[in-house]
């Protein structure tokens, strides 16, 4: 079966960074050729929401407005890897990381339902 994998989660003090990364089990990106591949997150108690995507090319990237300028979304095809390098971190960015690919021909693709495959989620928690 198809899943993505995400690391990189944990507990960080409010203006720190982390980097999360998301691989694919059971096949490599290079299969994924031509998906989208998208980070969401979800806070206790709320509807999941997207964060980041990247064109296959990484040559695309589309940032939800409460992350712009503070996450930068990228990916190593070589290694079959996506990451979410997330800096200046606020309180409220504490929530479960997905990482997530889409066969869509939209862009950009910041739906749920855009997304076929999902990882299992990396919590991220960041303390005031």
């Known amino acids: 079966q198809v899943q993505l994998v995400e690391s990189g989660g944990g507990l960080v003090q409010a203006g720190g960074s982390l980097r999360l990364s998301c691989g694919a089990s059971?096949?490599?990106?290079?299969?994924?050729?031509?998906?989208?591949v998208g980070w969401f997150r979800q806070a206790r108690g709320k509807e999941r929401e997207f964060v980041a995507v990247?064109?296959?090319?990484?040559?695309?990237?589309y940032y939800a407005d409460a992350v712009k300028g503070r996450f930068t979304i990228s990916r190593d095809n070589a290694k079959s890897t996506v990451y979410l390098q997330m800096n200046s971190l606020k309180p409220e960015d504490t929530a479960v990381y997905y990482c997530?690919?889409?066969?869509?021909?939209?862009?950009?693709?910041?739906?749920?339902?855009?997304?076929?495959?999902w990882g299992q989620g990396t919590q991220v928690t960041v303390s005031s």
């Open positions: 997530a690919a889409s066969g869509t021909r939209t862009w950009p693709p910041s739906r749920t339902y855009d997304y076929a495959y």
């Open positions: 059971g096949r490599t990106f290079g299969s994924f050729s031509g998906y989208f």
């Open positions: 990247i064109s296959w090319t990484g040559s695309s990237t």
